[in-house]
Nanobody, 126 residues
């Protein structure tokens, strides 16, 4: 059983940066794609970015495109999301999700998330 644990959330000022980490444990070698999603207060959850851990191909949604970088450290079983130039509207609970069958694009756009983490709160103050 794969478990996902997010870390790195917190309070940051507008224009600041944060790096979120998703640590995979259990049958992590079976994971094909890992992604970051977020749920702003009062809104629905949306995709941010996803990566195929085998070839590092990545997909970015419009939400943080140009202001974020997703990366996979396969040796440490960690997927990071570096976020820059943060805005108050980036305030959300950020979740990590994984799929055993689907790659970055399908994971982010196709609703194929199979395992979820608990989430980490990011608050951007104005």
């Amino acid at each position: 059983e794969v478990r996902l644990v997010e870390s790195g959330g917190g309070l940051v000022q507008t224009g600041g940066s944060l790096t979120l980490s998703c640590a995979l444990s259990g049958a992590s070698l079976d994971v094909y794609g890992v992604g970051w999603f977020r749920q702003p207060p009062g809104k629905e959850r949306e995709a941010v970015s996803c990566i195929s851990v085998g070839d590092d191909s990545a997909y970015y949604s419009d939400s943080l495109k140009g202001r974020s970088t997703i990366s996979s450290d396969n040796a440490k079983n960690v997927v990071n999301l570096q976020m820059n130039s943060l805005k108050p509207e980036d305030t959300a609970v950020y979740y990590c999700a994984a799929s055993f069958r689907y790659s970055d694009y399908d994971l982010c756009t196709g609703g194929y998330q199979e395992v979820w983490g608990q989430g980490t709160l990011v608050t951007v103050s104005s």
